[in-house]
T-cell receptor
Framework: QQQVKQSPQSLIVQKGGISIINCAYE??????FPWYQQFPGKGPALLIA?????SEKKEGRFTISFNKSAKQFSLHIMDSQPGDSATYFC?????????????FGPGTSLSVIP | DVKVTQSSRYLVKRTGEKVFLECVQD?????MFWYRQDPGLGLRLIYF???????EKGDIPEGYSVSREKKERFSLILESASTNQTSMYLC?????????FGSGTRLTVV
């Protein structure tokens, strides 16, 4: 019940296209859903995050869509660029604890080709 | 800019050696974490600490221990390194609802 599932494992998108990564969770106690972006040789960095009281959050070309009833959320990257090529991790965590432990999905390797 | 610094980017150690991976954060965060990252397995939590001298096991603590003597420093210890501990190790510290990661230490055990 602590797992976060993520698909696809890898994704190749043409420059200018839309990249979509999907995640699903089981634990309804999760109340915070961040996405992390990791470039080769670097640690993951927080990209965008959403809480379940909204269905969508947009920051520039990055949008999170959230479906609370289906326990699913997804990342959309509009107008994908070669500089977006990275590994993306969805994640989930519970509020109200002092540990802030985050559960990560297995990651999606995105390649944007010119 | 906030930082989590891992002392080594690359390490090569022999089987049976005791290995220390060091992590320092400059953000006065209470919570610190050690993950290992392997292809296809994502990020797996080894240990975490929510205060000085406090530690909690994560999902895969076997073969590892940790030390947190000061708030800013969290060390991961491989008591007797084995080849199946070859991996990328990531340290993180957390603010409410977010992590800051270090750049990682790629450890190879031969």
């Amino acid at each position: 019940q602590q797992q976060v599932k993520q698909s696809p494992q890898s994704l190749i998108v043409q420059k200018g296209g839309i990249s979509i990564i999907n995640c699903a969770y089981e634990n309804t106690a999760f109340d915070y859903f961040p996405w992390y972006q990791q470039f080769p040789g670097k640690g993951p960095a927080l990209l965008i995050a959403i809480r379940p009281d909204v269905s969508e959050k947009k920051e520039g070309r990055f949008t999170i869509s959230f479906n609370k009833s289906a326990k699913q959320f997804s990342l959309h990257i509009m107008d994908s660029q070669p500089g977006d090529s990275a590994t993306y991790f969805c994640a989930a965590s519970k509020g109200g604890t002092s540990y802030d432990k985050v559960i990560f999905g297995p990651g999606t390797s995105l390649s944007v080709i010119p | 800019d906030v930082k989590v610094t891992q002392s080594s980017r690359y390490l090569v150690k022999r089987t049976g050696e005791k290995v220390f991976l060091e992590c320092v954060q400059d953000m006065d965060h209470e919570n610190m974490f050690w993950y290992r990252q392997d292809p296809g397995l994502g990020l797996r939590l080894i240990y975490f600490s929510y205060d000085v001298k406090m530690k909690e096991k994560g999902d895969i603590p076997e073969g590892y221990s940790v030390s947190r003597e000061k708030k800013e420093r969290f060390s991961l210890i491989l008591e007797s390194a084995s080849t199946n501990q070859t991996s990328m190790y990531l340290c993180a510290s957390s603010y409410p609802y977010g992590y800051t990661f270090g750049s990682g230490t790629r450890l190879t055990v031969v």
